[in-house]
């Protein structure tokens, strides 16, 4: 029997921002990574999906180069859009060629990665709970 057919892949956590001219965006999605990173136990890499480094492909460059078999890939945007839904997977190789009717180009987009594992795509961060808990604590101290 072979001893490495029960051996989960090494998984990596892609977090992607949508990314922007001015630091804030940066520094938001950085600092939720930094956050996510203290209990996670496998290596997480941000990327962006324009006008900010890392790209989406140099992230992925970043967590294959770590040995990472499988990427989950999780857009902290919160909710579904052209990015996406188009733009993201497109840059992912996830959209198997579909057209989209997104008529304008990105940076990033055309640039390429070397990994051979799996991509794991979630849904955006949604209406959740949790940030609802945010929302209150915002109001709360604002009153």
Not at 10 to 27: A, T
Not at 58 to 66: D, K, S, Y
């Amino acid at each position: 029997m072979d001893s490495n057919s029960n051996q989960k892949p090494k998984i990596g956590v892609l977090l992607v921002g949508h990314g922007s001219r001015l630091p804030y965006g940066e520094e938001v999605i950085n600092g939720i990574a930094d956050i996510y990173r203290q209990e996670a136990d496998h290596p997480v890499a941000v990327g962006f999906m324009n006008m900010s480094r890392p790209s989406i492909p140099e992230a992925i460059n970043e967590l294959a180069a770590m040995g990472v078999e499988k990427i989950i890939v999780t857009p902290v945007f919160l909710a579904h859009g052209v990015h996406t839904k188009h733009d993201i997977p497109h840059i992912l190789g996830l959209d198997n060629g579909a057209e989209g009717h997104h008529h304008h180009e990105h940076e990033h987009e055309h640039e390429e990665f070397e990994f051979d594992g799996e991509i794991v795509y979630t849904e955006p961060l949604g209406a959740d709970p949790r940030i609802a808990e945010i929302i209150r604590d915002r109001v709360k101290s604002a009153i």
